[in-house]
């Protein structure tokens, strides 16, 4: 029993929530590393304990009694000391206020460790008692003021930021991942639906789809599937269409071999049997010719594109003349090849082999004793050409472009034939991705053959 295996694969929308999570966390961490360098940065500290001190300044630049000027320090110092309590910071805010004779009136710790010369507004950095301080000293016509901020730890700076900052991403990320969740749930539904439509079909069913796509993003795989559907309709047609013609071609011979088989069994004399012996053989060769050229077909049809081997074209095609120049010295035919020395190309042997021998093929059946076949090879601008030439009784414009169909044969002809020699080549061709057309032939008549095929 075959289990399947959709739900241990990744969804879409499992990825989905799970790329934003990270990308919340990454924003997470980009935050704690801003709000961590935007606290804990020399000039926001200093600009921060100035405003502070400046603050208290403004407050006891209105007041003139010590008594009074000392409650308002001590209010502050309270005020600042259980900020940073709330914030979990163990040090203390550190304040001294002195007149302008710096007669201390208030100090959180002893006046000889505070004192700090210097202009009013300074900010600068000391260390007391093994703590360091970011130190502020400011003055108004009355009044000596001295504040100290406590460098917090690195460790409790982060919790403070790293709290502050998960409560607000928790909160924010299932409000931001809802909607997308429902988007993306929603946004499927069309793909689902084209889904079950495609596994609702039969078989033999290749029909356009013909849904109604709502998304823009689905109407490129749509038309993508109706267009393989119309490919795979053509292609199985074809296929019907060859099986038949085949059929069809193969029952001539074996009605000859048949009947000749029959001739040969009644016959009641050697010449009578001698005579069906011909005809059997020669329907035995047509009908392995048939056979040949079918599965020749078949094979360029079926054969997969694998790295081609490099292939000397021009050694090639004198090897096929080789052997296709007794069949023309029979009959007379003029054979000749003009070519280069070596052509080395990156072609598949097979479909080149079999372009070659049934071009050849043709251009000999149906040339005349005494005629001329003409091989032209060269490589230009890119493209291998190779041209087979005759002076031939050639093809009337009308059956040119029948004449590569497959079982077509030109009508008035007295050459045996089977059809597909043509219909092979055009194969052979469009697997090489080249371009196969008609021309005239020698002299101003005949056929001439022309193969074009990208080597770049």
Same mark, same amino acid.
């Given at each position: 029993?075959?289990?399947?295996?959709?739900?241990?694969?990744?969804?879409?929308?499992?990825?989905? #929530?799970?790329?934003?999570?990270?990308?919340?966390?990454?924003?997470?961490?980009?935050?704690?590393?801003?709000?961590?360098?935007?606290?804990?940065?020399?000039?926001?500290?200093?600009?921060?304990?100035?405003?502070?001190?400046?603050?208290?300044?403004?407050?006891?630049?209105?007041?003139?009694?010590?008594?009074?000027?000392?409650?308002?320090?001590?209010?502050?110092?309270?005020?600042?000391?259980? =900020?940073?309590?709330?914030?979990?910071?163990?040090?203390?805010?550190?304040?001294? =206020?002195?007149?302008?004779?710096?007669?201390?009136?208030?100090?959180?710790?002893?006046?000889?460790?505070?004192?700090?010369?210097?202009?009013?507004?300074?900010?600068?950095?000391?260390?007391?008692?093994?703590?360091?301080?970011?130190?502020?000293?400011?003055?108004?016509?009355?009044? @000596?003021? &001295?504040?100290?901020?406590?460098?917090?730890?690195?460790?409790?700076?982060?919790?403070?930021?790293?709290?502050?900052?998960?409560?607000?991403?928790?909160? /924010?990320?299932? &409000?931001?991942?809802?909607?997308?969740?429902?988007?993306?749930? @929603?946004?499927?539904?069309?793909?689902?639906?084209?889904?079950?439509?495609?596994? %609702?079909?039969?078989?033999?069913?290749?029909?356009?789809?013909?849904?109604?796509?709502?998304?823009?993003?689905?109407?490129?795989?749509?038309? /993508?599937?109706?267009?393989?559907?119309?490919?795979?309709?053509?292609?199985?047609? @074809?296929?019907?269409?060859?099986?038949?013609?085949? /059929?069809?071609?193969?029952?001539?011979?074996?009605?000859?071999?048949?009947?000749?088989?029959?001739?040969?069994?009644?016959?009641?004399?050697?010449?009578?049997?001698?005579?069906?012996?011909?005809?059997?053989?020669?329907?035995?060769?047509?009908?392995?010719?048939? #056979?040949?050229?079918?599965?020749?077909?078949? @094979?360029?049809? %079926?054969? &997969?594109?694998?790295?081609?081997?490099?292939?000397?074209? /021009?050694?090639?095609?004198?090897?096929?003349?080789?052997?296709?120049?007794? %069949?023309?010295?029979?009959?007379?035919?003029?054979?000749?090849?003009?070519?280069?020395?070596?052509?080395?190309?990156? =072609?598949?042997?097979?479909?080149?082999?079999? #372009?070659?021998?049934?071009?050849?093929?043709?251009?000999?059946?149906?040339?005349?004793?005494?005629?001329?076949?003409?091989?032209?090879?060269?490589?230009?601008?890119?493209? =291998?050409?190779?041209?087979?030439?005759?002076?031939?009784?050639?093809?009337?414009?009308?059956?040119?472009?029948?004449?590569?169909?497959?079982?077509?044969?030109?009508?008035?002809?007295?050459?045996?034939?089977?059809?597909?020699?043509?219909? #092979?080549?055009?194969?052979?061709?469009?697997?090489?991705?080249?371009?196969?057309?008609?021309?005239?032939?020698?002299?101003?008549?005949?056929?001439?053959?022309?193969?074009?095929?990208?080597?770049?």
């Amino acid at each position: 029993m075959i289990k399947s295996t959709t739900q241990n694969r990744p969804t879409l929308v499992r990825r989905v #929530i799970l790329t934003l999570s990270a990308a919340a966390v990454l924003v997470w961490l980009v935050l704690m590393a801003f709000y961590y360098w935007q606290e804990s940065g020399p000039q926001t500290v200093d600009a921060r304990q100035r405003q502070r001190g400046e603050a208290v300044l403004m407050v006891l630049s209105q007041i003139k009694d010590p008594a009074q000027a000392q409650q308002a320090v001590a209010l502050y110092t309270a005020l600042f000391n259980s =900020l940073y309590q709330r914030a979990g910071l163990p040090q203390r805010f550190l304040v001294q =206020l002195t007149d302008r004779q710096e007669q201390p009136l208030f100090s959180s710790m002893p006046a000889s460790e505070l004192i700090l010369s210097g202009e009013s507004g300074d900010v600068v950095t000391g260390t007391l008692n093994g703590t360091r301080y970011q130190l502020f000293r400011g003055e108004t016509s009355d009044w @000596r003021l &001295l504040l100290g901020e406590p460098a917090a730890p690195a460790g409790l700076l982060l919790a403070r930021i790293s709290s502050n900052l998960t409560v607000s991403v928790l909160i /924010a990320l299932p &409000l931001f991942l809802l909607p997308v969740w429902f988007a993306v749930t @929603r946004g499927l539904r069309p793909l689902r639906r084209l889904s079950d439509a495609i596994a %609702a079909r039969g078989p033999d069913d290749l029909t356009p789809l013909a849904l109604d796509v709502t998304y823009a993003e689905l109407t490129p795989l749509t038309h /993508a599937l109706d267009r393989l559907f119309s490919q795979l309709r053509a292609r199985i047609a @074809r296929e019907h269409g060859f099986v038949q013609d085949a /059929a069809h071609e193969l029952r001539t011979p074996i009605a000859v071999i048949a009947a000749q088989a029959h001739v040969m069994q009644r016959a009641e004399d050697a010449q009578t049997r001698g005579e069906a012996a011909t005809h059997l053989d020669a329907a035995i060769a047509r009908m392995s010719h048939l #056979i040949e050229q079918l599965l020749d077909l078949a @094979r360029i049809d %079926a054969s &997969l594109m694998t790295t081609a081997p490099l292939l000397d074209v /021009a050694q090639l095609l004198r090897q096929e003349l080789a052997n296709a120049a007794p %069949a023309a010295m029979a009959r007379q035919i003029e054979l000749s090849l003009e070519a280069p020395d070596q052509l080395s190309l990156r =072609l598949d042997p097979q479909a080149l082999l079999s #372009i070659v021998q049934n071009l050849l093929s043709n251009a000999l059946r149906y040339t005349q004793d005494g005629g001329e076949v003409a091989v032209d090879l060269s490589e230009q601008q890119g493209k =291998l050409r190779l041209a087979v030439a005759d002076n031939g009784p050639g093809i009337a414009p009308a059956e040119q472009a029948l004449v590569f169909e497959r079982f077509y044969r030109v009508a008035g002809t007295d050459v045996a034939g089977s059809g597909l020699g043509l219909a #092979i080549v055009t194969a052979a061709v469009a697997r090489l991705r080249g371009a196969v057309r008609l021309e005239r032939g020698l002299h101003g008549r005949g056929c001439s053959f022309i193969i074009e095929i990208p080597v770049g």
